[in-house]
């Protein structure tokens, strides 16, 4: 294929032209809708007279155009590529154009598409292009009117975005709605939604005293899964409220569920369209960990309303403006709605999991790239994760309360504009009288930053001193030598002896217990005074800033952290490095071919948690006795033998689930409840405990164990539950056990697409050698279909990123499954392609005949003509 256009930050211009009012009239039908678009255009007053009009489409059929009520012959435009230019218009004009395009064939999920029936859209980030012939850019941004035309009794519901103005019926069983959204706004944010849907209704009173009309729309059939997101979106509307100040604009706002959907969720003004599987929730169906991921995206989308749509992106590059700062906004609603130091616990193991290894890898770039060819390709772990560490470093460094004006400055200076990723640090800067110009390399170098911390203790001058080391490593297009020191708080405290925090003295500053380091330098020295004994660092306290930090632990210090720390994030890291330490030694062990055992300090740890479950909540008490995954093991390793990780952390699970059964035995039976399911964090801690009880009984493959999980499964009564006996069965394979718990669950679920995704997951995700096969059988199964995202993240998805023995098989078989599902997919869905191949692209680490088998399966791929986001990412990986 020719070379697709690399577009780069620095050649950004304001658009010759902008749209001051978009009115769009759709006539639905499956092959054939049309679309008349009706747009004001004025020339952009920065900009000079007599510069072309360009416009973006794809896959128009377009039958009209005229420019101020003329019809343009062939000669005044044309078309190339995905541009349709006109060479010479007047500085005022209303363009009219229409077009014909076919939802039914739409299977990229992009524009206007179809799923099950229903007509819906997806125009972030250059989705609208495909719906008709604009600048669709994001500083463009319009007052839109559509009108929505559809058959009646096929599509009684006709929603876009705003508030409805007119409506009635046609000839031909046909009816229309006309919408008017008065909030200008860019055509990313332009939704459409036509379908049979049922309506559930409920009402917010803002603040000030308005009335906002809720509305979740859904299919007939999951009428029963509404009612816990309707509560998160009241919690949310709530909560901005009172946490930002922020309150709702319109009289209306509606979620719509689809079941094909490309991402989570869409904040399009008014009309939010949901991923079901990340709006749809009921006990019966839906797993704890659901319910709380469905509370933060309908928090994330609602938040967006002013983080995104009201103050939005300059250009794409700016994509982490709206979303790190969205991201860091529903975790802190999340946190103060939860649990704060469990929410804390999963995101970071998320972001040193997922986040690290994408900036580990080809993939690498900074939180605002500077370049891209598919900006797609780009809604990553790096833009939303580590572009929330950005904005919670951002609100460490201010201070909760000059944070707050600094949002709400934020928010009255750019209202209705379209910013940059400057104009969020600059308003942080003025507000607080920090000088944030070092900080804001965060944005632009990519690669996780490593900290190396030394200590000394001079006992007779009573002084303890850390030095601070930090780098950035090279990542692709940035060489090491060019990665400036980064601007990185460190909040830490001093432990003495007996675990008691040291009252902290440096230079002439006496900041209590705790402080933050602003680390600014390569190298820093930090001495603390008064210092009576050599004490323990604990540093890094909230995972404080988002780097890599290495301290020379003992595995005694790191027990004692765990007993200890007063910081709740950090006593469960602490313990998480001993977990590590002692994989390592049974690794290592099992590498140089020598009988391993268990670490002992790991495992007076456990006992000591096990016998003293109060000193933590009981929710953190749940992630601090899980290990590490395999994954983020995988991650600390410069040379990877996925097996030997596979293989250790079984044994020390084993070893562990032997030595404290008893302790086990005992959690399984104080945290079974019989109270009526509730989401509610009490009930969910206990249901954690519960089940991380069962998962160690079960290492141990002991027929009694096995026959707790067929008990729980048989008598559960939420998924939770459910899930967490099945996931048991089938990965500690349990033979006829597993088998006939997997029938019965089909049995009672083959109807529920979401809970079979469920099923096909923890099917793909079993360690034992029959898991490829078990994909492949399970790709013939109604259940799975490769049209819809869901069911192949569920299957493919799953096993390619969580089935680490299986999917690097030694015979490549793993490799070959997934690279010849991404060459199909490159052709009907290139954005699910370009994600899904990701586990194929991170092979650095492992040993060369791995490394061969996984380029051989990428070669295979190139070879193909390729989507330009399939195109980037594979050229990445081969570079
Ligand atoms: N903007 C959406 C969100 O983060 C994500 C999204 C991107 C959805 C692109 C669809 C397509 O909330
Ligand atoms: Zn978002």
């Not at 949002?407 to 000088?435: K, L, P, W």
């Not at 990519?446 to 303890?464: C, L, N, S």
């Amino acid at each position: 294929m020719s070379e697709p256009e690399v577009v780069y930050l620095k050649d950004y211009l304001p658009p010759a032209y902008t749209v001051e009012t978009t009115h769009l009239t759709f006539e639905l039908a499956p092959e054939d809708t049309h679309v008349k678009a009706t747009l004001r255009m004025k020339r952009h007053p920065e900009r000079e007279a007599g510069v072309p009009l360009e416009l973006f489409g794809a896959n128009l059929d377009l039958r009209a155009i005229s420019l101020n009520g003329e019809a343009l012959p062939d000669s005044r435009y044309r078309i190339d590529g995905e541009r349709l230019i006109i060479d010479d218009v007047p500085d005022d004009f209303v363009l009219d154009t229409e077009v014909v395009i076919a939802p039914e064939q739409n299977t990229a999920l992009e524009g206007l598409y179809r799923s099950n029936g229903m007509y819906c859209t997806q125009c972030e980030p250059e989705g609208f292009r495909r719906i008709t012939w604009y600048p669709d850019r994001p500083d463009v941004m319009a007052k839109f009117t559509t009108t929505v035309i559809g058959d009646k009794a096929t599509l009684p519901i006709l929603l876009s975005n705003g508030n409805p103005i007119d409506q009635g019926d046609l000839e031909d069983g046909r009816h229309f709605v006309t919408w008017e959204d008065p909030f200008p706004k860019p055509s990313y944010l332009f939704a459409l939604v036509a379908g049979q849907l049922e309506v559930v209704e409920s009402y917010f009173t803002t603040r000030s005293g308005r009335t906002v009309l809720l509305q979740l729309y859904v299919e007939p059939q999951n009428l029963h899964k509404t009612e816990f997101s309707m509560g998160a979106l009241k919690r949310a509307m709530k909560w901005d409220k009172e946490t930002y100040g922020r309150e709702y604009d319109l009289d209306r706002f509606m979620i719509v569920a689809v079941d094909d959907f490309n991402m989570g969720a869409m904040e399009n003004k008014g009309l939010n369209i949901f991923n079901s599987s990340a709006v749809l929730a009921n006990p019966e169906t839906t797993i704890d960990a659901g319910f709380q991921r469905i509370e933060g995206i309908v928090a994330h989308e609602y938040f967006h309303n002013w983080s995104g749509n009201r103050v939005t992106c300059r250009d794409w590059f700016q994509l982490a403006l709206k979303e790190g700062f969205t991201v860091f906004r529903d975790q802190t609603f999340s946190a103060d709605t939860n649990s704060a130091p469990v929410k804390r616990i999963e995101d970071v193991a998320v972001l040193r999991t997922q986040q690290f290894a994408e900036d580990a890898g080809p993939t690498a770039h900074p939180v605002r790239p500077d370049h891209f060819i598919e900006i797609s390709n780009f809604y990553t772990l790096t833009v939303y994760e580590k572009g929330a560490e950005v904005v919670r470093m951002l609100r460490n460094l201010l201070g909760k309360e000059t944070f707050r004006r600094g949002t709400d400055t934020y928010f009255e200076r750019f209202d209705g504009q379209a910013v940059r990723v400057e104009d969020f640090v600059n308003t942080m800067a003025d507000v607080s009288g920090i000088d944030l110009g070092q900080f804001m390399r965060w944005y632009e170098q990519a690669g996780t930053p490593r900290i190396d911390v030394a200590e000394e203790y001079d006992a007779e001058r009573q002084e303890y001193a850390l030095t601070f080391r930090q780098h950035t490593p090279a990542t692709p297009g940035q060489v090491a030598d060019s990665k400036l020191p980064l601007h990185i708080p460190v909040r830490m405290g001093l432990l003495n002896g007996r675990g008691n925090p040291i009252e902290l003295a440096v230079g002439n500053e006496r900041p209590g217990h705790e402080m933050v380091l602003e680390l600014r330098e390569a190298e820093e020295r930090i001495v603390f005074k008064h210092v009576a004994e050599k004490p323990t660092p604990s540093l890094l306290r909230g995972f404080s800033a988002p780097v890599i930090l290495n301290f020379p632990y003992t595995r005694e210090q790191l027990a004692f952290l765990v007993k200890y720390d007063v910081d709740g994030f950090n006593r469960w890291d602490a313990g998480q490095r001993l977990a590590q330490e002692a994989i390592f030694d049974v690794m290592h062990a099992i590498q140089a071919g020598k009988a391993p055992t268990l670490d002992d300090t790991l495992l007076d740890v456990f006992d000591y948690l096990l016998k003293t479950p109060d000193r933590a909540d009981r929710a953190v008490l749940a992630e601090m006795l899980q290990l590490p995954s395999e994954a983020y093991l995988a991650g600390q390793l410069a040379q990877v033998d996925i097996n030997a990780i596979h293989d250790a952390r079984a044994f020390v699970e084993r070893s562990l689930a032997e030595q404290l059964h008893f302790h086990w035995q005992a959690l399984y039976e104080s945290n079974v409840t019989k109270a009526a399911y509730e989401p509610s964090f009490e009930q969910i801690s206990h249901r954690a405990l519960k089940n991380v009880a069962l998962s160690y009984l079960c290492a141990t493959g002991d027929e009694d164990a096995l026959a707790l999980a067929d008990q729980q499964f048989k008598t559960a009564t939420n998924m939770t539950d459910t899930r967490a006996a099945l996931t048991q069965l089938v990965h500690r394979h349990a033979g006829k056990r597993a088998d006939a718990a997997l029938k019965a669950f089909e049995a009672r679920w083959s109807h529920d697409p979401l809970v079979m995704d469920q099923w096909l997951t923890l099917q793909a995700t079993q360690p034992h050698p029959e898991a490829l096969d078990r994909v492949k059988a399970l790709m013939a199964h109604p259940a799975f279909s490769l049209r819809n995202p869901n069911r192949v993240r569920a299957l493919i998805g799953a096993f390619s990123q969580h089935n680490h023995v299986n999917f690097h098989r030694a015979d490549g078989e793993g490799y070959a499954l997934l690279a010849d599902i991404v060459l199909q997919l490159n052709k009907s869905n290139p954005e699910i392609a370009a994600r899904l191949v990701l586990p194929l692209t991170r092979y650095q680490r492992l040993d060369e005949a791995h490394q061969q088998l996984m380029r051989g399966a990428l070669e295979r791929i190139r070879n193909q003509s390729l989507s330009r986001n399939l195109y980037e990412v594979i050229e990445k990986a081969l570079a």
